[in-house]
């Protein structure tokens, strides 16, 4: 991208693996919007009740790739494109690689089908970097002790399993625009990695927010 626009940084994983807490500090080292699917409009709040509420109504594999991507297109309209636009940078707690992951590995539904889908829902507007936060599953089951499980996390080992595998397939089949981090570090380190990659993608001026 060029000029004044922003960057759109968004960041992946299973549950547990950091996502939210890695998004709040690269967002506040930038200067930059932090944000998050399922959920981040008033239509993607009610839709993540549908999608997510554990005592909910059951959701038709299908109908749940139709809803993220509804989810997505109006977050899309409404949040990240306006601030690319206004020059400022974005930082998103998942985006369009969790279709493909959980859907797609997840549940089985045709790639090429999802990939068509998230392009149009999203008007084709890509991250300029994906970072994968790369937990074993049982680390990150152990993670989320303590709390309600929503729908996705109440889900069966061997789905979350497969999840994390399609994870690394994306990564590994788009190495120029993803960054693969242990997620095993501490917070600290998770971080340094990750503002390494955002430093890298900013060329020779550097991130908005310095190297603080």
Sequence with gaps: ????????????????????TQARILAERLGAEVTFEPGATPLGAALRRLLLAPDGSAVAERAEALLMAADRAQHVAEVIEPTLASGRWV????YSASTLAYQGFGRGLDLDDLRSLVTWATGGLRPDLTVL??????VAAGRRHGGTADRMEA???????????????????????WLVVD????VDDIAASIW???EALSGPDGPPGGSR
């Design 1 to 20: 991208m060029t000029g004044t626009r922003g960057r759109l940084v968004a960041l992946e994983g299973i549950d547990g693996c950091g996502k939210s």
């Design 91 to 94: 930082v998103t707690d998942r």
């Design 133 to 138: 936060l790369d937990l074993p599953v049982a």
């Design 155 to 177: 889900e069966a080992v061997d789905f979350h399993q497969r999840v994390a595998d399609g994870f690394r397939s994306l990564a590994d089949a788009d190495d120029d625009r």
């Design 183 to 186: 997620a095993t570090g501490t």
């Design 196 to 198: 390494g990659a955002v």
